[in-house]
């Protein structure tokens, strides 16, 4: 069929050409809508600046063709074959392409974005700066291809085959990359904040530079990969594989990474502020020194020997123990967890509920906190349903007043700025406290439970496996069997005096993680 007769018949509202043979033919500049040129043969012709918007060309065969500018927006392509086209800056927006081949397709610049390619075949295209934003590319190949540049911000690539391909600094931000077969790909200096990478395969990938923000990464396969420069800040790599990965500064701020594996990794110059170091495989591990400034700017580097490597990466969790005087019982129970889940509502740091062993006699409560630094200000907020928390409150506040004063009076900057960032959790956690008192009423209902009212306890365990007794109320484990009404409704923030750790004890608690030393 010649382009004249096309034409000709489209003039009379003939729009059925399935299985019409346009192999060769001059096409370019036309335009049809809505036409039907299923299984229809494109081979070899000259599309240029087409337009098929909304048209069906499923299993039409267009390789070799050249489609450069052309538009087919919102058209159906369902197993079409694009091999060796050029599309060139074409829009395909919004088309459907399940299973269509695209293989050494030059897409440079090409709109696929919001475009269905589910199982598209796209390996070893040439996809340099094209928008694949919201496509959905799910169980694609795009084995060796070449996404440099590309935009694929929360496109679907779940299971997708993107091995060997080059995504350098290319845009895959908030995508679905759910096991996904990406070995040996380069991701140098791509963007993949907040992405989900759980499961996926990335042996070997090369990674150096990348942004992995939020990212999602557990149970994902890094071993050899090269990371060198990436920023994981936030990241999730529990259960992660980073067998002989390479760390070197790399960004491991507030990461969760418990049950990773770090086996012959190297780490020297990364930066874990806020980071557990506990649960963690670190046979083999190589690390000169690290970066445990909240900034990552070096200003507080920890040095290791291989002994000091070994504790440091063996470190327990922090934890916050508070006991009770009294056994817990299902009253109690439902409404202290009721005013902890209210608590954290506001209290980012109490979002995790607390372990709990209920003895004949006594309750003990113990809560987990990601970092050290977070361990006073979490304790502020955590004994908040007792009848003890006023007095503990101004204890630990006390506490770090004294640590602000020892580094005003050595003139230690490291403790000085230590001393700073826990005041800023303190003030923190007071202006939280302020609204939680204002609008939570499971505190008034905690406050009259005899529960609340007992003694207590507060114990702090750092990474270090050191512990710091903040506050032992002075009648714990001393209930009379005759005390009086009022005895027992004593408050002991009313007393003038109470117990404070020495500072001597406090600076050996805090002294080995947070190297204060000149």
């Given at each position: 069929?010649?382009?004249?007769?096309?034409?000709?018949?489209?003039?009379?509202?003939?729009?059925?050409?399935?299985?019409?043979?346009?192999?060769?033919?001059?096409?370019?500049?036309?335009?049809?809508?809505?036409?039907?040129?299923?299984?229809?043969?494109?081979?070899?012709?000259?599309?240029?600046?087409?337009?098929?918007?909304?048209?069906?060309?499923?299993?039409?065969?267009?390789?070799?063709?050249?489609?450069?500018?052309?538009?087919?927006?919102?058209?159906?392509?369902?197993?079409?074959?694009?091999?060796?086209?050029?599309?060139?800056r074409a829009d395909m927006s919004r088309t459907q392409m399940r299973q269509a081949s695209f293989i050494r397709a030059e897409l440079i610049r090409t709109?696929?974005?919001?475009?269905?390619?589910?199982?598209?075949?796209?390996?070893?295209?040439?996809?340099?700066?094209?928008?694949?934003?919201?496509?959905?590319?799910?169980?694609a190949n795009l084995s060796d291809a070449n996404l440099r540049g590309a935009n694929l911000r929360e496109a679907n690539l779940e299971i997708a085959n993107l091995s060997g391909s080059n995504v350098t600094a290319a845009d895959l931000s908030g995508a679905n990359l759910r096991d996904a077969e990406m070995r040996q790909t380069n991701l140098c200096m791509a963007n993949l904040s907040g992405a989900d990478l759980s499961g996926a395969?990335?042996?070997?990938?090369?990674?150096?530079?990348?942004?992995?923000?939020?990212?999602?990464?557990?149970?994902?396969k890094l071993s050899g990969a090269n990371l060198q420069g990436a920023d994981l800040t936030n990241a999730n790599l529990s259960n992660t594989s980073l067998v002989h990965a390479n760390l070197t500064q790399a960004k491991l701020i507030k990461v969760e990474?418990?049950?990773?594996?770090?086996?012959?990794?190297?780490?020297?110059?990364?930066?874990?502020?806020?980071?557990?170091?506990?649960?963690?495989?670190?046979?083999?591990?190589?690390?000169?020194?690290?970066?445990?400034?909240?900034?990552?700017?070096?200003?507080?580097?920890?040095?290791?020997?291989?002994?000091?490597?070994?504790?440091?990466?063996?470190?327990?969790?922090?934890?916050?123990?508070?006991?009770?005087?009294?056994?817990?019982?299902?009253?109690?129970?439902?409404?202290?967890?009721?005013?902890?889940?209210?608590?954290?509502?506001?209290?980012?740091?109490?979002?995790?509920?607390?372990?709990?062993?209920?003895?004949?006699?006594?309750?003990?409560?113990?809560?987990?906190?990601?970092?050290?630094?977070a361990l006073l200000a979490t304790a502020f907020m955590a004994i908040l349903p007792f009848k003890d928390?006023?007095?503990?409150?101004?204890?630990?506040?006390?506490?770090?007043?004294?640590i602000r004063q020892e580094a005003i009076n050595t003139k230690n900057a490291k403790l000085s700025s230590l001393a700073k960032r826990l005041m800023s959790l303190l003030d923190e956690a007071i202006n939280k406290l302020k609204i939680i008192k204002q609008t939570k009423k499971n505190l008034e209902v905690a406050a009259k439970l005899d529960f609340a009212k007992a003694p207590t306890q507060i114990i702090l365990t750092n990474s270090s496996a050191q512990s710091l007794t903040v506050y032992d109320n002075p009648n714990f484990g001393k209930r009379l069997v005759n005390r009086t009404t009022t005895d027992s409704d004593q408050d002991p923030a009313n007393d003038t005096e109470y117990n404070i750790p020495s500072i001597n004890m406090i600076l050996e608690f805090i002294e080995n993680f947070y190297v204060i030393n000149p």
């Open positions: 069929m010649t382009i004249e007769e096309l034409l000709e018949k489209y003039a009379t509202g003939v729009l059925d050409f399935s299985g019409a043979n346009f192999a060769e033919t001059n096409l370019s500049g036309i335009k049809l809508t809505g036409i039907n040129f299923s299984d229809a043969n494109f081979s070899v012709a000259n599309m240029s600046g087409i337009h098929l918007i909304d048209s069906d060309l499923s299993y039409a065969k267009l390789n070799v063709a050249r489609l450069s500018g052309a538009t087919l927006a919102g058209s159906i392509l369902n197993n079409c074959s694009f091999n060796v086209a050029n599309l060139m709109d696929f974005s919001r475009a269905d390619m589910c199982e598209a075949n796209l390996n070893s295209a040439d996809l340099r700066e094209a928008t694949l934003q919201q496509a959905n590319l799910r169980h395969n990335l042996r070997w990938a090369d990674l150096r530079g990348a942004n992995l923000i939020w990212a999602d990464l557990s149970g994902a990474w418990m049950g990773a594996e770090l086996t012959g990794a190297t780490l020297t110059g990364a930066k874990l502020y806020a980071t557990s170091r506990f649960g963690l495989k670190i046979e083999g591990i190589k690390c000169e020194w690290v970066d445990l400034s909240p900034t990552g700017d070096r200003t507080i580097i920890q040095n290791f020997s291989e002994d000091e490597l070994k504790d440091f990466f063996n470190a327990t969790p922090p934890t916050i123990r508070i006991v009770i005087d009294l056994p817990l019982e299902y009253e109690a129970n439902f409404v202290i967890a009721g005013t902890y889940y209210q608590i954290s509502q506001e209290y980012r740091g109490l979002i995790q509920p607390p372990s709990v062993e209920s003895g004949s006699r006594k309750t003990a409560f113990t809560f987990r906190v990601d970092s050290d630094e928390a006023n007095t503990t409150q101004k204890i630990i506040y006390n506490i770090v007043d004294m």
